[in-house]
């Protein structure tokens, strides 16, 4: 089945350590997203990549960062230099390029606390 | 820049009554929208989404949504909700310009059902 794989479900980190999460989806998708989730905040994106080897910053990219060197995966590394990491992290494909297909695609998330 | 509001955190309403939940974006043209909903600690699942066309859209689960340029809005609605409804839904808008295709969501209206 094509989708959207978020893992893993739940991260607990350190204070000062970075970690990695993981977004990889088949649906051949070109565009990916990674959005931040806090109560009632709603859902801010923290990055956001068109096509392969190409990011951009969203709304909140400060203590993150990303890479996109496969179509399939858009991992996303929360740094040690993001003061406030807990919270839960979505990440979306898209087709890419609007049309009435368009549509975001969600995995399940990740849940991220620091200890 | 787009955006989008949600201008309702909380909803409440009886189960069997009508719902009208209300979305407002902002974006220089016409853009392409959607709502989402989501269930506790999962991730996001479409409702319904317009691009053109009819701007009466019917989506799954029995809802509706209606965009109206004169009032950039785009209200979900429902005739008749069902305690399963209770969630938290998210109003979405995409930008149609290809290089700058990201996706911004509102805050979220949380739904509750009372018996």
């Known amino acids: 089945d094509g989708g959207i794989t978020q893992s893993p479900k739940y991260l607990f980190r350190k204070e000062g350590q970075n970690v990695t999460l993981s977004c990889e989806q088949n649906l051949n998708h070109d565009a990916m997203y990674w959005y931040r989730q806090d109560p009632g905040q709603g859902l801010r994106l923290i990055y956001y990549?068109?096509?392969?080897?190409?990011?951009q910053k969203g709304d909140i990219a400060e203590g993150y960062s990303v890479s996109r060197e496969k179509k399939e995966s858009f991992p996303l590394t929360v740094t040690s230099a993001q003061k406030n990491p807990t919270a839960f992290y979505l990440c979306?494909?898209?087709?890419?390029?609007?049309?009435?297909?368009?549509?975001?695609?969600f995995g399940q998330g990740t849940r991220l606390t620091v200890v | 820049a787009q955006s989008v509001t949600q201008p309702d955190i909380h909803i409440t309403v009886s189960e069997g009554a009508s719902l009208e939940l209300r979305c407002n974006y902002s974006y220089g043209a016409t853009p392409y929208l959607f709502w989402y909903v989501q269930s506790p600690g999962q991730g996001l699942q479409l409702l319904l989404k317009y691009f053109s066309g009819d701007t009466l859209v019917q989506g799954i689960k029995g809802f509706e949504a209606e965009f109206k340029r004169s009032q950039s809005s785009f209200n979900l609605r429902k005739p008749s909700v069902h305690w399963s409804d209770a969630a938290e839904y998210f109003c979405?808008?995409?930008?149609?310009?290809?290089?700058?295709?990201?996706?911004?969501f509102g805050k979220g209206t949380r739904l509750h059902i009372l018996p």
């Open positions: 990549s068109q096509i392969v080897n190409d990011f």
């Open positions: 979306a494909s898209s087709i890419g390029i609007p049309s009435p297909n368009t549509e975001a695609f």
């Open positions: 979405a808008v995409g930008s149609r310009m290809n290089r700058d295709d990201k996706i911004i």
